[in-house]
């Protein structure tokens, strides 16, 4: 019988001890080096998105398994889902006009479509960029739509807003495709898209959009809201009454 | 024996149970609707501190376990680090002049001295904007400094800039005490506290604080730097040649 007693303590003591290896596991998952480096990514991403960290051209490679968990795990959409409902609650306040000039300015990449499957090849941006590579992806005209800016693109539409698309992307060699790329994932009945044409070649971004706004403002468009995933799509001039950044941790455009 | 051996069975069965149960436990806190609102508070977050949440008047109220968890479980600090590492980087570029006008800007509450004590008792930033209690609470001079900008301040001495305070809060009541909070946490040697006069009253806090920094670039200042908890400290005229945002998701300034 007291075998019987030593045996059910014994039980007990490791089914106890086995519990706490288990929490001491969890506890583990906040307090080692990992949760260092994701406390890190946190603050590095933040600083990334409030526009402290500038001119960045890789992502930290401590950061490579927390930047794909961002990007795949279901954050990165929350994130914009959250700034397309307040972009929703600001239209509301909007009366739009019927003379055809309320107009929102969208980006397109990695703000209407995405290039993640390509930066899933570089390492989620822990790579250097590669040009060539770039074009080469963009040339498949494969980039899926960001659904929660797919569904605001609508909305702005249904609303009454004249969408203009301005990307960073050169008209000559990328073009089509991307014309191609838009109609396929959705991006229907935007009033136009401006790409990059030899005139703004070796321009930065800034001066580039800001350019390309200026001439809309003097069309008369009234630009109401500015949307992109890079701080130099909502800098300089003319960047519109109200701008909204879409998180990008995987690049930086200067 | 038999018996033994099922003994031992149900033992090893129990034990795995044990584990098992505790890994859900693990799985569930990432899946339960607290990480739901976990996951909503980082979306909020990110979005106050990239300037997509505008005027507003309180952290919802689903965050109020997660904004005290940031504020006082190390991440808050740790992104107030990270950002005075990038100005620290940013400062090693600079050659400072000998003629003394080469200048910092600085604000005050919560990029300085914080005030978390403070909204600790309004359960961080949940409640509505008491100001009689705030002024109450700044009247005790008790704002401790916020150790990284701390360190940044005297560095920024040590470089031979001019550190210039910009703040909101109003001379006529709160001069005296502010001086003496701000000496006895330890920001000696900066060059001028300018704080909120009569002539500015009711003015937003981005009309004030451009009109203060046109003057001191009227005076000769170069403005390198500008750092600041809230988004109209660094917007405006003469914002400087970099901005740098303090994270701040207990309070919205207009």
Known sequence: ??????????????????????????????????????????????????????????????????????????????????????????????????????AWILDVDDTCISNLFYYRGRRYGCDPFDG?????????????????????????????????LVTGRDKASLGEVTIANLQSQGFDGYERLIMRTREYGGKGAVAYKSAVRKLLVEEGYRIWGNVGDQWSDLQGEFVGNRTFKIPNPLYFVS
């Open 132 to 164: 060539p590579g770039f074009v080469a992806w963009a040339l498949r005209g494969e980039c899926p739509a960001i659904p929660p800016v797919l569904r605001l693109f609508q909305r702005l539409i249904e609303a009454g807003f004249k969408v203009i």
């Open 1 to 102: 019988m007291a075998a019987r007693v030593l045996e059910l303590i014994v039980f007990l003591i490791l089914v106890a001890f086995s519990r706490k290896i288990c929490s001491r596991k969890f506890f583990w998952a906040f307090n080692h080096p990992a949760y260092g480096s994701a406390g890190y990514f946190l603050s590095w991403r933040l600083a990334v998105e409030a526009n402290n960290v500038r001119a960045w051209r890789m992502v930290p490679s401590q950061c490579l398994r927390h930047v794909e968990d961002y990007m795949t795990g279901g954050q990165y959409e929350r994130d914009i889902e959250l700034i397309v409902d307040q972009i929703a609650e600001y239209i509301e306040g909007i009366n739009v006009s019927e003379d055809g000039l309320d």
